[in-house]
């Protein structure tokens, strides 16, 4: 792999936790995200999000394309891994850093509509056939007993299947229950204070036992269902709700905007989110987080203030290597693209830190 097309760029900088950060959002535009954005998802110090692009960002604000041509519409982390899911449905992608992707096959003639993460194992589904791989690489296939019966959901090792006249749950993918009083499609499902949530095109629902669903009192039909510590969130149009036992709701006083929110997603300190083209994030702008940038180019661009100074370093080992100081400038414009004179290695990678 030639390593000359692979630059970096971290500054460093300390994080004020807000009161409250689900109280403060931010909307982020000055990296365009582009408008197809698909999903977005959190692991190992990062965010990646997928579309007709991979980018990844480690602080939710600026973003660096790690794949310009990815294609995915579902994104999820585990087991040390990213795993992406094609947007033809014969495919999928996986990343163990978010910058690097490879693609892969389950070699089959059914096409893949659903991607997911059980708690131990990456799931995909189509069909009348779930995958299952703990790393997504090698795949176990399980078939689905019910007639005309579909994959929805998992969370926490419980599984949802749809039928045309009912919904069924199960724990190992071979003994089958029926649900009571669940509606619509449902497309996510989480574990959350020992209590499953189901979003659905009919709104939000609840049940302890994956047997037994009520309504929440949700007014209305979120495209986005996600956790922060000990709160539900979920995103309607462009208004963000949380909730702490899934059935009484309030508003967050989120930015105003006619665009609606793609996926939200958080790291354990703050929500990072997509509305339109931009990143959308809770609680105060972090001061002490990696900011990343990358070029196909023998060098780095720094995007910052102007007269800033950045000392640009080079490494030959990303995950561990020795940092050297190429040069230390001052920023003169505010989107600036520093080339190494002399790039006599192409394996090197370059980082700018702010000083």
Not at 88 to 101: E, L, N, V
Not at 116 to 139: H, I
Not at 167 to 188: A, E, F, K, P
Request: aromatic share 10%; glycine share 10%; with cysteine.
């Amino acid at each position: 792999m030639n390593f000359l097309a692979i630059l970096f760029f971290f500054c460093f900088m300390l994080d004020t936790p807000a009161s409250d950060e689900l109280d403060v959002w931010t909307i982020h535009s000055s990296v365009n995200l582009g408008s197809t954005v698909a999903d977005i998802t959190y692991g190992d110090g990062r965010f990646v999000l997928v579309g007709a692009k991979a980018m990844m960002s480690t602080n939710g604000i600026d973003w660096v394309t790690t794949h310009p041509d990815l294609r995915c519409v579902k994104v999820v982390y585990g087991n040390g891994r990213f795993v992406a899911l094609g947007t033809s449905g014969k495919d999928y992608a996986t990343s163990d850093d978010g910058f690097f992707w490879s693609f892969r096959s389950l070699g089959t003639s059914t096409v893949i509509t659903r991607l997911d993460w059980d708690g131990t194992s990456f799931v995909l589904a189509g069909g009348s056939f779930v995958w299952r791989s703990a790393d997504g690489v090698s795949w176990v296939r399980e078939a689905i007993p019910q007639r005309d019966g579909y994959f929805l959901a998992c969370a926490g090792k419980k599984y949802l299947v749809g039928t045309p006249d009912a919904t069924w749950i199960s724990t190992n993918l071979l003994d089958w229950q029926r649900c009571s009083n669940i509606v619509g499609n449902v497309s996510r499902m989480l574990l959350h204070n020992n209590q499953l949530l189901a979003l659905s095109d009919r709104g939000i629902q609840t049940s302890k036992d994956g047997l037994q669903w009520k309504r929440s009192d949700f007014a209305g039909t979120p495209s986005v269902l996600a956790v922060h510590r000990d709160v539900v969130l979920v995103g309607l149009g462009s208004t963000i709700w949380t909730s702490l036992d899934g059935d009484s709701w309030s508003r967050r006083p989120t930015p105003s905007s006619n665009l609606g929110i793609v996926g939200l997603v958080s790291d354990g300190n703050a929500v990072v989110g997509v509305i339109g083209t931009s990143s959308l994030r809770s609680g105060d702008a972090p001061l002490n987080q990696p900011r990343l940038q990358l070029i196909l180019a023998a060098g780095v661009r720094i995007q910052g203030a102007i007269g800033r100074r950045y000392a640009i370093q080079s490494t030959l080992d990303l995950l561990g290597g020795i940092w050297r100081t190429e040069d230390v400038i001052q920023l003169p414009t505010a989107d600036f693209t520093w080339h190494d004179p002399s790039p006599l290695d192409t394996r090197k990678m370059y980082r700018a830190v702010a000083q």
